[in-house]
């Protein structure tokens, strides 16, 4: 059974850091996309970013581009969502899920139970 687990949220002041992790299991992770997304209360999911498989391609939204990074640990299974320069609009609740393709949510088939982010001073 796939199951995706997120930590790391929290509340940050605008110009701060949060490092936020998805640890997988029931699946390998290097073998598959992962993605990162949001939701900020009334509205759209937003892609944020998807890491490909093997291939090594990655997407990031223009709206963190610069701020965030994505990378994978595969000996824990684990990806991370390393964001900086933390905005009062990049409040939401993140999830991981799983596969991703570019900023598409509607291709994902398992999901996280998310986490906050709140920006806020």
């Known amino acids: 059974q796939v199951q995706l687990v997120e930590s790391g949220g929290g509340l940050v002041q605008p110009g701060g850091s949060l490092r936020l992790s998805c640890t997988a299991s029931g699946f390998t992770l290097d073998y598959n996309s992962i993605g990162w997304f949001r939701q900020a209360p009334g509205k759209e999911p937003e892609g944020v970013s998807c890491l490909g498989n093997s291939d090594g391609s990655t997407y990031f939204a223009d709206s963190v581009k610069g701020r965030f990074t994505a990378s994978r640990d595969n000996a824990n299974n684990t990806v991370y969502l390393q964001m900086d320069s933390l905005k009062p609009e990049d409040t939401a609740v993140y999830f991981c899920?799983?596969?991703?393709?570019?900023?598409?949510?509607?291709?994902?088939?398992?999901w996280g139970q998310g986490t906050q982010v709140t920006v806020s001073s």
């Open positions: 899920g799983t596969p991703c393709h570019g900023s598409s949510w509607d291709v994902v088939s398992a």
